[in-house]
């Protein structure tokens, strides 16, 4: 591929991708009509990066997103600066096993001096971009899914995430807003998912502050709101072939303007102070809520509710997520 008007990176470095910028311009036939083009990468020969999503912000800049296992170039006000996942999770040439990233440029600058934001983004282990944008503040937003759970836990931040993770226990779907006019610059970020893997395939963003992510899930218990078209697991069906196939999609709107107030304790809604025979079903169900500090209820969807009981009393079911009034579904 051709590399034009000197381009953060001028030749192909890595294995098998690199990611890849151009401009075109529609006015002009041939090779004319190639007005920028610059490869997008680190300085290993070992290591590949790939991209997913590229789009325009409002002053014509370059904002791009993927993933990558390779020394990216980072500007100084970067979030993070080092890939998270170790060594050992990068396991072939033509898989990424590293961090999401994303950065920006500006093709009317050449060189390096054009790469106006690039930063790392991800925990201790894998992470991989799916999409990104921007919010009406213009602060990044992105999505992707991964194996980590500490960078994407903010206070603050709706958590429903998985009760376990990691290499062996599956992946997470994460969301997370970045400032790019200061260093660090992470604004807020959260982990959600169910009982199995669940993975991030796309985003968009509208012009009023909401988020509104797709993909898809194995999870038969995955948060999902009162007002869901589907509130049930529909996948495993053996008639579709290979198992990869299976599992459901989801839609996801998330509000990108409220702060969210984090879920402390849970409070006792009806069904106190009732008393049964041994061996009998209590008369009326008891229902929790979930709520904050001060003892106000939330209504948070997809927090896990654990309930357990004493005296070899039953309960049924014992693991159940909030449903959007902050009550096990």
Do not use: W
């Not at 390096?112 to 201790?124: F, K």
């Not at 012009?207 to 999870?219: D, E, L, R």
């Amino acid at each position: 591929m051709p590399a034009v008007n000197n381009g953060v990176l001028t030749s192909f470095v890595g294995i098998v991708l690199n990611g890849y910028i151009a401009r075109l311009d529609m006015n002009q036939s041939g090779a004319a009509g190639l007005t920028y083009a610059s490869y997008f990468t680190g300085t290993s020969n070992s290591s590949n990066t790939g991209l997913v999503r590229v789009f325009l912000d409002p002053s014509g800049q370059v904002v791009f997103c993927g993933s990558t296992s390779s020394d990216i170039p980072l500007t100084a006000n970067r979030m993070q600066n080092f890939v998270g996942a170790p060594a050992s999770r990068v396991t072939g040439p033509n898989f990424i096993a590293g961090d999401a990233y994303i950065a920006r440029l500006n093709p009317a600058v050449a060189g390096l001096a054009g790469l106006t934001y690039s930063s790392y983004v991800g925990g201790t282990d894998s992470d991989s971009a799916a999409s990104c944008g921007l919010d009406p503040k213009g602060n990044f937003v992105m999505t992707g899914t991964t194996y980590s759970t500490d960078l994407f836990l903010t206070g603050g931040s709706p958590i429903p995430f998985k009760l376990s993770t990691g290499a062996t226990n599956g992946i997470n779907i994460f969301l997370i807003r970045i400032d790019p006019t200061r260093a660090g610059g992470k604004i807020d970020s959260f982990l959600i998912g169910g009982t199995d893997n669940d993975g991030a395939f796309g985003m968009t963003i509208d012009n009023q502050g909401f988020a509104y992510i797709t993909g898809q899930t194995f999870s038969k218990q995955f948060p999902t709101t009162s007002n869901g078209q589907q509130r049930t697991y529909g996948g495993d069906d053996t008639r579709n072939n290979p198992p990869g196939d299976r599992g459901d999609s989801y839609l996801m709107q998330v509000d990108l303007n409220s702060t969210q107030v984090p879920a402390t304790q849970v409070i006792q809604e009806s069904g106190d102070f009732q008393f049964a025979t041994l061996g009998s079903t209590l008369a009326a169900p008891i229902v929790v809520r979930l709520a904050d500090a001060q003892g106000h209820p939330l209504n948070l969807s997809g927090y896990p509710i654990e309930f357990t009981a004493t005296n070899n009393a039953l309960v049924s079911p014992n693991l159940a997520f909030t449903d959007g009034s902050g009550s096990p579904a």
